[in-house]
């Protein structure tokens, strides 16, 4: 049974920081690449960030470049994201999510998904 659990998330300021974590069993981890979503209210899932197998490939959206970092550790089972200079927009619900092929979990095309974690930037 395939497990996938974010956390990392919270409260902060605008202007703050936050490292979430991704961290999946039941499955071999470094065969998939993996990935970030958001979603805020009233607005569709998308994309954050995406990373391939090996971490060799990321892919991050322009509105957090700069920003945003994606990260793995194979030997942990775990994903990263380092938020810095975080804003009031960047509030939103994160999902983490993980498919055999790096295209197909950069659009979300993925049948691994988390619970998500809340993250909220106050002005």
């Known amino acids: 049974q395939v497990q996938v659990a974010e956390s990392g998330g919270g409260l902060v300021q605008a202007g703050g920081s936050l490292r979430l974590s991704c961290t999946i069993s039941?499955?071999?981890?470094?065969?998939?690449?993996m990935a970030w979503f958001r979603q805020a209210p009233g607005q569709e899932r998308k994309k954050v960030a995406c990373?391939?197998?090996?971490?060799?490939?990321?892919s991050v959206v322009s509105s957090v470049k700069g920003r945003f970092a994606i990260s793995r550790d194979n030997a942990k089972n775990t994903m990263y994201m380092q938020m810095n200079s975080l804003k009031p927009d960047d509030t939103a619900m994160y999902y983490c999510?993980?498919?055999?092929?790096?295209?197909?979990?950069?659009?979300?095309?993925?049948?691994?998904w988390g619970q998500g974690t809340q993250v909220t930037v106050s002005s």
């Open positions: 999510a993980a498919a055999k092929r790096f295209g197909s979990v950069c659009t979300g095309d993925a049948d691994n």
């Open positions: 039941g499955l071999p981890f470094g065969d998939y690449a």
């Open positions: 990373i391939s197998d090996n971490g060799d490939t990321t």
